[in-house]
């Protein structure tokens, strides 16, 4: 009977997938990597990119990850909006988006200024032999970096667009007349989505098999070596910032971060099978309303944290960067250590919405900074989708207690009896 119950979790086969993923990758690379087609398949459905890599285990990732991509845009409008009308006043919803992009900068600078600390400390850099190092291509990402722009990216960024129009819908609904049947509309409509989402979460399995069988089979685990400190490094800070950081703001509002992380665990073993916090997003939210998290604080704060409060992100940035100046022997200065943090405070805020994010952020800082030479990013394009999976988990648990601390100190937390 108990391992009926066992087997009928989707977290065991999750995490049953991800093994056999690892297994397949490291053991038959060749299978992992098959070619199903002759080059990437990129389509458009409803503004949204979906994305289906040549390799068989890159077919299955991004069938998985496309999918749930579609419910994220109508899942943001309607939370959202749906939000703000459930506020009831605007003076509210600017109240409570106020206190979460002011709880986003201090967090994320934290972030920062933690990753630029155990870096100094560690110095994961130094020793590390840049001839002996796997590089690769770095000039698309470098004339990314050159071509970036804040107008561009929000000319490009769908999903910001789409966070801006929700908003602003909201508050038109809040001055519409008899706008009953259309609130009750979206509410029905908002419950059909989430129950398509509930369908689609049933192939995670297959997301994760497919995510880490493509990272082993590509890069293999000797890979990770040459960089295995600096790899090691960000884990541990990531770790520090969540049971410590978090863990601490968990606390300040009765809550245990141990206890919440065991409540998302599938989510998480989700992200760390695709890398990719989108794959949960929308799960998360209804997790979260079910631990008891108001609709109307959950729908403004979840989705305005996918673009602004990055936290494994930022930690990432701000060790790469220190790391690549390791390597190369450069020693910064006080005054350039605060410029990287300054720098990295507004270019971390894009990372969502960039392909590429990582390392089009990260050249974008490097370029600022003119002290680092950028050819240093090869370094890191072996190990860059390992570490991926830890900024995305972190990226994914912050955005997680920010919600349930903006919901506590405004007094939209209602316990359940039990999670």
Known sequence: MKFRNITSNLTFWVLLSILLGVLIGHFAPQFALYPVFEKKMNYNLLGTELSFGPSLSEVFSGFFISLVKIFIHPIIILTISLGIVNMGNLKKVGRVGGKALLYFEVITTLALVIGLGVSNLLEPGVGVI??????GDISKYTQKAADFSWLNFLKENLTIQILFFSLAFGVFLTFVRGKAKMVAGMHQASDWVF????????????????????????FGIHSLLPLAKLMVSVYMTMGIFVFLVLGLVMRSCGEKITTFLNYIKAELLIVLGTSSSEAALPSLMHKLEKMGCSKSVVGLVVPAGYSFNLDGTSIYLSMATLFLAQVYGIHLSWEQLLTIIGVLMVTSKGAAG?????????ASTLTALQVIPLEGLALLLGV??????????????????????????????QAPESL
Do not use: C, Q
């Open 195 to 218: 129950k398509g989402l509930h369908s689609i979460m049933y192939l995670a399995p297959l997301g994760a098999l497919g995510g880490m069988a493509y990272t082993i089979g590509k």
């Open 384 to 413: 860059d989708r390992f570490m991926s999976e830890a900024r995305a988990i972190t990226n994914f648990i912050g955005n997680g207690v920010a919600t349930v601390w903006l919901a506590k100190h405004e007094g939209e937390f």
């Open 130 to 135: 840049r001839d002996n190092v796997a590089g």
């Open 354 to 362: 960039v392909t590429g994010s990582g390392f089009v952020v990260l």
